[in-house]
């Protein structure tokens, strides 16, 4: 039987962390996946996460089983992070939420709930998306569109494009954005888009479908909620995934969330057994230990503030290094302009050079990033900033 089977091609994002892991040249650097990289270019374990850590040493009680919605006070602590404690959504109980492994654990869920809702209804895409979008929602059976979202040409969204084609989407449709931070382009919506957003998913009947895996990196942890927080004073339904991997370094411990936002609390409740019921029937129920981490931090005002304080420098050095590396990019006599790079937010930006050159990059320098040329500025350091922009000055001028 396994013999007839055919190799499959890596996955274009992790497999990047083997090849640069296999690289031997000392000054390989890594802009692929997207990590956060402290000056040293490492990944840090935050300090709040630790102190956590050290706190459910001595106070876990029990291993037992815990259920496919997980811990209760995590489910709670998120829902408060997400769509902020004093909402309506929240006090009228319309969101059923469930602690999932990561947020792609979150994704496949909601495609595997969108599916058990109704098979006609289609999850429109951003193109571009994050590459694991596809097979984590089209592998559950959703059928998929596709919307315009990022101009390579004006390196800006092109939201015309985008609000004409998602006219074509149906009442039952699902519109999955990114939350902030967008992935790959770290192009993102406007306060004024994102209005223009919500209006039309409250006038075709579209249910918003957001992943958020990235709040706290781009302009605040309550800024970066905005889209998210307006979405659900606006539609009666709509879905949000989360990840704790980069807002808590979380990465390898798998922590989630799913959140299903319905019309009223009895809606939610049925909602919240259908989603149930498909986690039971796929890993039966999540990992323990990044969800403790997260709300031990959440439920302690010092660990909070510690974490806030923490993702706040996190936040700021990766506008530092955009604002850094626009700046040697134009001292090197690059005449191309890179300005939008600044005007981007989070871990990612297209550098806007061609296959080829990102080939060129991995071959002669030992730096690596996505075929499409998204780069991880994350993944850059003071040190390091010079051999990059000279490297990518010199492939520009072949
Ligand atoms: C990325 O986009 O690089 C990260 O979200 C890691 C991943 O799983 O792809």
Redesign the pocket.
Known sequence: MFEGLQALPQDP??GLMLKFRDDTNPDKLDLG??VYKDEQGNTPIMAAVHAAEAQLLTSETTKTYIGPAGSELFNQRSRELVFGSDRSVIKDNRIASAQTPGGCGALRMAAEFIRGCSTDSKVWVSTPT???HIPLLGGAGVPLKEYPYYDYDQKSIQFDAMMATLEQATKGDYLLLHGCCH?PSGADLNRDQWQAVAELCSRKGIIPFIDM?YQGLGNGIDEDAHGVRLLADTVPEMLVATSCSKNFGLYRERTGTLFVVAGNAQQAAIAGSQLFNKIRGHYSMPPSHGAAIVETILSDNALTQQWQDELQVMRERIQWLRDTLVERITAAGVERDFNFIRQQYGMFSFLGITAEQVAQLQQDYSIYMVDSSRM?VAGLNTDRMDYFVSALAEVLHR
């Open positions: 994002i992790l996946v997207g994050w590459a694991n992935n895996a991880n």
